[in-house]
Nanobody, 120 residues
Framework: QVQLVESGGGLVQPGGSLRLSCATSGITFNRLPITMSWYRQAPGKERELVAAISTTAPVTNYADSVKGRFTISRDNTKNAVYLQMNRLKVEDTAVYYC???????????WGNGTLVTVSS
């Protein structure tokens, strides 16, 4: 059974930083090519892709709105993914979700999300 659990959200002032973590179980990063992604959903808006990383290749992808501020990384020894968020803005406020998707597209799994609030 695959589970994804996000953590690290909270309240931060504009310009501050947070590091989100996505702990997984039932997934072995080194065994399968999987795309791990962070999405976010702000109130009244659609869920959007923030960043993505391959578990088996040094490939990352970022939304234009977070390029240069956010960094996605992974630890294959822990089967975990992280999102370092710097220079946070009020518009970064959202629930952040972790997603795992197999490269063949056959399987997709989501976490329950962690709330990030950027406010003074």
């Amino acid at each position: 059974q695959v589970q994804l659990v996000e953590s690290g959200g909270g309240l931060v002032q504009p310009g501050g930083s947070l590091r989100l973590s996505c702990a997984t179980s039932g997934i072995t990063f080194n065994r399968l090519p999987i795309t791990m992604s962070w999405y976010r959903q702000a109130p009244g808006k659609e869920r959007e892709l923030v960043a993505a990383i391959s578990t088996t290749a040094p490939v990352t992808n970022y939304a234009d709105s977070v390029k240069g501020r956010f960094t996605i990384s992974r630890d294959n020894t822990k089967n975990a993914v992280y999102l370092q968020m710097n220079r946070l803005k009020v518009e970064d406020t959202a629930v952040y979700y972790c997603k795992a998707k197999t490269r063949d597209g056959q399987h997709e799994f989501w976490g329950n999300g962690t709330l990030v609030t950027v406010s003074s």
